[in-house]
T-cell receptor
Framework: NAGVTQTPKFQVLKTGQSMTLQCAQDMNHEYMSWYRQDPGMGLRLIHYSVGAGITDQGEVPNGYNVSRSTTEDFPLRLLSAAPSQTSVYFC?????????????FGSGTRLTVV | GDSVTQMEGPVTLSEEAFLTINCTYTATGYPSLFWYVQYPGEGLQLLLKATKADDKGSNKGFEATYRKETTSFHLEKGSVQVSDSAVYFCALRITDSWGKLQFGAGTQVVVTP
């Protein structure tokens, strides 16, 4: 099925470890983004990309890196995990600025940092 | 900046009851408005949308009307089912960006048989 695929679904990290959350979409969407979801705070934008080779920071970028070498993939890297990064992470994509259908979301990665 | 405020939950209802979830927003310009639904253990799914004032979005028995005069986009359903138990997010597309979404905190809805 077409959509946004995130891996892994669950991950436990120790403080200071690094890892990459994978996100891939097969809808040829230009725009991709990463959100984190925390209780009572809704979803907050971490980083986004308007096309291959172009990325920018969102609302809460500190501690995260991204790159966009292809249209399909938009990985999120945690350089040195901290307990404050315990959260559920969602990747989302859309066709463009004027996309009336909003975003398509992946099923999420639940990350725990101990 | 642009922001979304929605009523806190959880909202607990009996099956076939009427559901309203309040959502108000502040924004410069004229944002598009969305309701997303998140079922347990899943990602967010677009439920409905409205792109201009007085538009009514509808889907799966849910409705919401874009009210510019009250800056609101309240979600309603006339008769809920147990399967409607989920977290509902109101969101707006920030008008001065390429399309970033600003989300409310989410409202959990629990429907009991």
């Amino acid at each position: 099925n077409a959509g946004v695929t995130q891996t892994p679904k669950f991950q436990v990290l120790k403080t200071g470890q690094s890892m990459t959350l994978q996100c891939a979409q097969d809808m040829n969407h230009e725009y991709m983004s990463w959100y984190r979801q925390d209780p009572g705070m809704g979803l907050r934008l971490i980083h986004y990309s308007v096309g291959a080779g172009i990325t920018d920071q969102g609302e809460v970028p500190n501690g995260y890196n991204v790159s966009r070498s292809t249209t399909e993939d938009f990985p999120l890297r945690l350089l040195s995990a901290a307990p404050s990064q315990t959260s559920v992470y969602f990747c989302a994509s859309s066709r463009g600025t004027g996309d009336p259908y909003g975003y398509t979301f992946g099923s999420g990665t639940r990350l725990t940092v101990v | 900046g642009d922001s979304v405020t929605q009523m806190e939950g959880p909202v607990t209802l009996s099956e076939e009851a009427f559901l309203t979830i309040n959502c108000t927003y502040t924004a410069t310009g004229y944002p598009s408005l969305f309701w997303y639904v998140q079922y347990p253990g899943e990602g967010l799914q677009l439920l409905l949308k409205a792109t201009k004032a007085d538009d009514k979005g509808s889907n799966k028995g849910f409705e919401a009307t874009y009210r510019k005069e009250t800056t609101s986009f309240h979600l309603e359903k006339g008769s809920v089912q147990v399967s409607d138990s989920a977290v509902y997010f109101c969101a707006l597309r920030i008008t001065d960006s390429w399309g970033k979404l600003q989300f409310g905190a989410g409202t959990q809805v629990v429907v009991t048989p």
